[in-house]
């Protein structure tokens, strides 16, 4: 599942860049939790758990359809 997420989220990262910030994979749990570390600009943004939970988490659970939950660390 890691590869799925890590593929998924090749196509989120060009959204974030645009933006001056970026996604790292951490961890990918097998009750399907992943677990993010938002960079960049993303890592200080107010913003940045509403960009998480409605733009990566609802992505990745598009891609990924195992994913129960993202949280970022």
Request: aromatic share 0%; with cysteine; charged share 30%.
């Amino acid at each position: 599942m890691k590869e799925k997420v890590e593929k998924a989220l090749e196509k989120i990262r060009p959204m974030l860049q645009a933006d001056g910030g970026n996604v790292e994979l951490v961890e990918v749990s097998n009750n399907g939790v992943v677990k993010l570390k938002l960079t960049g600009t993303c890592g200080c943004c107010p913003m940045s758990q509403m960009t998480l939970k409605m733009g990566v988490e609802r992505i990745l659970k598009e891609e990924v359809p195992e994913i129960k939950e993202v949280i970022a660390i």
